[in-house]
């Protein structure tokens, strides 16, 4: 009765969330966090109980004389109790996990927005599509280069879908605050997922598989909105705006067009070589 007054993201809360980080900005970020707490709420019931059993038999069964206690050879309850409990845990736990998976991994027929990604060495290319598949058109396009970090405009309670291929190796589509990335593979390998996002603002976005040189400097930046603005902001893209006249239709002018969460940087290509400010690069 006392815990069912609680949630779970007050009880995480209270407790550093277990490690958990707390600002997921997706529903199924949501679910996969109360899993965690769900998890560590279990594992600290069934610590507190087996730690009990210690002390209770530390204490109960402690030496008092040098006589020697009666011998068991074995205690048909508790060894069907140390048996059926554990696969009892193991059972729910797996049954709580299958479900939280399957809603992440879970494809709808109908999504509200389509967005191919495409990774190349070392940018971002995102591309708003008017269907699922290879097949279908390109309505907008958004690239980055090594002067501007490309931004991925997306609104919220919508579901979206990303469809993720590579022109060269393996690379991976990453935004923290969604508690999920996934590979991005070349050829004919099309890396498909969805998420509804639930929290406007902006957010960093990375690469996360080693994929050369300049990997680090392979970032992008997610800029989520409401519905209205996305509309306004794809609307403007579909009539010929860039991506900052796009921005500056929505609100987003000077240097709020451009990304905020991290800032162009210096992919030092020029005079010098890598991290040798008194070197000359080679071919110079």
């Keep these: 009765m006392v815990l069912s007054g609680c949630s779970l993201q007050d009880f995480g809360s209270a407790f550093g969330n277990f490690g958990w980080p707390s600002n997921g900005i997706s529903l199924q970020a949501h679910k ?7 998890s560590v709420i279990a594992a600290l019931v069934v610590g507190i109980f087996v730690w009990g059993l210690i002390f209770w038999c530390v204490i109960r069964y402690r030496k008092r004389g040098d006589e020697l206690p009666v011998q068991t050879r074995f205690n048909m309850p508790m060894e069907v109790l140390y048996t059926v409990t554990p696969i009892l845990v ?3 736990l797996f049954y709580y ?5 399957t809603d992440v991994d879970k494809l709808s027929k109908n999504p509200d927005q389509v967005v191919e990604v495409v990774a190349f060495k070392w ?3 995102f591309n708003y599509r008017d269907g699922m598949g290879q097949d279908a058109g390109t309505v907008a396009s958004t690239v980055g280069s090594a002067d501007v970090i490309p931004l991925l405009v997306l609104p919220t309670g919508e579901k979206i879908r990303f469809e993720e291929t590579s022109k060269d190796v393996i690379h991976s589509f ?3 605050e969604l508690l999920f990335k996934r590979d991005v593979f070349p050829g004919n390998v099309r890396n498909v997922f969805e998420v509804t996002l639930d929290k406007e603002g902006r957010y960093v976005g990375r690469c996360a ?4 040189t300049y990997h680090a400097f392979m970032q992008f930046e997610l800029v989520v909105v409401s519905p209205e603005k996305f509309d306004q902001y794809l609307a403007a893209r579909k009539n010929g705006a860039t991506t ?3 921005m500056a239709a929505i609100g987003f002018t000077g240097k709020e067009s451009y990304a905020v969460t991290t800032e162009p940087l210096n992919t030092r ?3 010098n070589g890598w991290n040798q400010h008194d070197a000359v690069a080679a071919g110079k």
């Design 123 to 125: 940018q971002w290319q």
């Design 244 to 246: 900052q006249e796009g």
């Design 269 to 271: 290509r020029q005079a």
């Design 97 to 101: 996990t299958a479900i939280v998976q």
């Design 32 to 38: 996969m966090y109360d899993l965690w707490i769900g």
């Design 174 to 176: 990453w935004v923290p």
């Design 90 to 92: 193991v059972a729910v």
């Design 209 to 212: 598989e080693l994929c050369g």
